[in-house]
Structure formats: C-alpha cells, structure tokens
C-alpha cells in the first residue's frame, strides 16, 4: 500500500476546553480535550491538532496543561497551532508534548522564525498555516485569524514557506470554512502541486463525499476536520471504511 | 535513581537517550516509559555505558551527527552488539550505517555497511504520514506486529535494504523501515512513540530485551 492519506481531527480549545459543536452525548468527554483525544484516537484519528482560538497571554499556561493531558497517552503526532509568536511559544508548545507546531500570522511577519524553528527541531516539527480566500483569479492570503488582508497569493506563499523550511502546509480556505460544502479543491490542488512538502485541507469538511474529492481532485495529503468527526461515534472508522472501499490509501489500524 | 544503573528499584531498566541537541525528546521519553523503561536523555559516555539500552533518536540534517563526538561515539559503539542494546530512530537509524548522501564528509557508526539515499521516485520527499511495513524476516522487535501494520514517518533520506533489513517500506522506491544486526543492534527509519499502538509494541519489544 502507498502513504496514507491522513484524516486529521482539529480540537479548537478555550482555556482548556473544546469549544466547537462538540456534539457526543457522552457528557464526560464532551468539551474535555483529553477524552476526546482519547475517544478519536480509538477510533483510527491519524493526528491531532489542537488549535488555542483564544490565545491570549493569560491562557499560555492553560494551553500548555491542555497539551500535557492529551499528549500524555497519546502516541500519533500532535500539532498544535494559535499563538505560536515567536520561538518561545513553540519551545513551550514542544517541551509539553506537542510534536509540531503551526504558525501563521508570525511566519507571515517573519519567514526567518519558520528558518530558525525548522534549523533547532528539524522541519517535521514546523508547520506553516495559511488562510486564503479567493479573489478572481488568485487566492489571497489573510492574517491575524483571516481578518487582515496581506497581499499575498497562497501559491507563491506556501512556495516560500516551503523553502524556507516547513515541513508541511495547512492550508485553510475561508470561503469553506464552517459552511460544511466541501473543501476547496481547486485552491488546495494548486497549492500541492505547487511545493514538495504535504498539504493540509481544512474548511468546508461536511460529507464524506468532501473528503474523497479532496483526496483526488484537490491532491491532498491530509484533510482536517472539527465539528464533523462529531456527527456520529463512528465517524472516524466509518470515514475510513467510506475511503478505502473506493480505492484511497488510508491507516486502518489495530487496537 | 543513578544515572548509570542498569535497573531502577522498581525493576525498569534505563535506557539512555543520547543527546546530541536534534530536536524534541518529549515524545520519545514519554513513549519509552510508556513501554515500561526509566529513560533519561545524557551526552555523558559514562552515563550511557552503564545504561541498560541505548537509543540514538534525531530528526533533521544527517550533518547533525557531528556533535556525536569521539567519547560519545564510542560509548555508544563498545556496548552495542553485546549486553546493551541499541535503537537507532529515524536520522538514529541512518547514523548506524557508514554514511548518508545528505552529508557525504560525516561519518557514520559503521554498525551496518551501507548508505543512506536520498529518496527518489515520483513521489513527494520529504516522506511524511503512515505507510506500510513489509516484514521480511523475524526480528525481536516485530514480535506481536503484523506485516501490512502501518507506522509514522517523517524523512527525506532512507538506509538501503540490505541483509539487516527485516521489514520495508515502499515509498518511490523500497527501503530499510527497520533493521537488526542479529546482534541487537536495531534501527527504525519511522518514529515509534508516534506509530500507535504498533509503535508502542515495537519499543515494549525493544525496552524488553534491556536488562
């Protein structure tokens, strides 16, 4: 069998809790993100990412507790990704079990921090994130939780980032996110075609249908999805089974 | 705990992690005492001759290895193949061999005769997510894996396949996903603390063989 395409789930935690649409009616796990971990982890999850949407100051020291408890007993990659500024927060974020980090808004300010992350833990550990929407013909890039527009097609960004030495990009379409109609295909083809390091999908996760046309149309490497793992209790295994049936490579693994 | 004795009171034995300043340790370590072992990270050479295994880890640059200096190398080189077992993770496993293309002036272990390469094919390189391992023959360290288990990688360079290999991997073309010497000396090209449950049964079976 070749590589695997990876189903990654997305955990976006506010001061230590899983904030979106969190709908399993087991109330223990709900909102906590180390029984979530766990619960996606028994299902077949390929990776974690655990996004600080708030990330504020004050909430460094919650994250960093957030990621000691779910990396404690988890043993797939972990990234984790909001706030990542500059070499300390990535320092913090690995030291407390986080395999990878992504940056967005501060690799974007200064490409040299992905260098300098990538030259002391190696360019597995660094990933670039990038928010784009389309404009005409392009997909410009935006910043600062997709609320600053910075003039940059996400093509020619990704390329750079990709010299400059992340290990993969996780490329976000605006446009899709949260509306659950699909990824964006095109943006995500154009932007893997175009660097030699895996590309993330993620926005727009809603069928399991979406994940099939990302996986061939848009030559995704990975996909990664929050709130639609929480459809069903099975949705992980059920997503795989979906994918494998029609000629996808994905891990089935034993437990 | 002693740096430096074989057992803790609890009867885990230590397995050194040698440090050479390549990337994050967190993981490993946590993945070693998960596997039942009291693992602790040491450049000191006398730290690790007395350690019950040995685990060279390392992400990135081959040129990395550098750092390994003589003594270090050396308390690495004496034990390994005897009493003290040694893995070899990911560039760990790469330095076992005489050398690698990334860095044609470094120096390998020489453990294992051979080169690393860099990986070629159509494919994407850096290498990076679960594939496949292809048992090729019995290895103390595949007890309890299947073939066809799937393993995560992350690299750009891979040992070739050679009588040592005991399970590959297809990625382009074919390489050495894990190898033993038959003398306990072992590599694993993709990182086991990240590889699930598999990964975990591939460093009990290797946390096992420490005494």
Redesign the interface.
Known sequence: MPLAKRIIACLDVRNGCVVKGVQFQDLASAGDPASLARRYNAEGIDELVILDVTATIENRRALTDTIRRVSAELFIPLAVGGGIRAEADAEAALDAGADKVALNSAALADPSLVTRLANRYGSQAVVVAIDAKRDRERFAVFSRSGSAETGRDAVEWARQAAEVGAGEILLTSIDRDGTRAGFDCEMTAAVSGAVPIPVIASGGAGTFDHFHDVFTHGRADAALAASVFHFSEHAVADLKAFLDARGVPVRRHSC | MENGARRTEDGRPSVAVVDYR???L??LL??LS?AGAHAFVSSDPEAIRGAAGIVVPG??HFAATAAIDEGLRAAIVEGAGHDRPLLGICLGLQFLFDGSEEAPDARGLGLLSGRCTFLRGD??????????LERKRDSALLVGV?S???V?F??SYAAPITDACVAST??GADFAAIVDDGRRVFGVQFHP????????RILRNFVALCR
């Open positions: 390549a990337g994050n967190t993981s946590k993945g998960a992400v990135g494919v994407k390189v850096p290498h990076v997510g679960w594939n496949t299947d066809g288990a799937y995560y992350t690299h297809a990625h603390e990240k590889s699930g449950e598999d990964g975990m």
